[in-house]
């Protein structure tokens, strides 16, 4: 590992790391006289190799007259409301990167807002699948993902996204898709500089 890459005086993260890569960057970061804190991704991965085997023509079951778009970063607000680590100005930051520079569709409403969506954060992992409540269960995630996956292959970036274990409906969601799970399990870090610590 080349020693000079990183700022060791600042706190930072580092995620999606393989496991194997710890005790390297232990030996790094302890001679850099930095406190590494370990956090284990929880999530399942799902890959989907070959988008061939989706319909092209799955449809919503809908009755608002919703139409496909790509989010906007004005939508970001909805967005960081309704994901479960948002509602902070850092994830509405993020938020706003990834709907700034990297892909995402939604279904819209008859007055232009989003009902469900998803999008692709800094992994190019498909991230933030979510469909309102009142709009569940008319088939809008699926239509999406699978439209989602399409547009993906065509633009060349691989095709997987984490789902937090325990959450079924995702989970069934992906697989119904025949999303295949992988065991993968990548290593969240977060260095803190002694010196910062005093």
């Not at 999530?43 to 989010?71: M, Y």
């Not at 898709?177 to 002694?194: H, Q, V």
Request: proline share 5%; aromatic share 10%.
């Amino acid at each position: 590992m080349e020693m000079d890459v990183i700022d060791w005086n600042h706190v930072l993260r580092l995620e999606g790391l393989q496991l194997c890569m710890e005790e390297v960057i232990q030996e790094v970061a302890s001679s850099k006289n930095v406190r590494l804190e370990c956090y284990a991704n929880t999530s399942k991965t799902f890959l989907k190799e070959q988008p061939c085997d989706l319909p092209d023509n799955l449809k919503p079951e809908s009755d608002n007259g919703g139409k496909v778009s790509f989010l906007e970063v004005h939508h970001a607000d909805v967005v960081n409301t309704a994901w479960k680590y948002g509602g902070s100005q850092g994830s509405l930051r993020f938020v706003k990167r990834c709907l700034s520079h990297l892909p995402s569709f939604c279904l819209l409403d008859v007055y232009g807002n989003p009902i469900s969506w998803m999008m692709m954060d800094q992994f190019c992992t498909i991230r933030n699948v979510y469909t309102l409540q009142k709009e569940r269960g008319k088939g809008h995630s699926k239509h999406l993902v699978a439209l989602f996956t399409h547009t993906l292959h065509h633009l060349g970036y691989p095709i997987y996204c984490h789902t937090d274990e325990g959450n079924i409906a995702a989970e069934k969601l992906f697989q119904s898709l025949k999303f295949t799970d992988i065991p993968f399990s990548p290593l969240w870090l977060r260095s803190i500089p002694l010196a910062k610590e005093k």
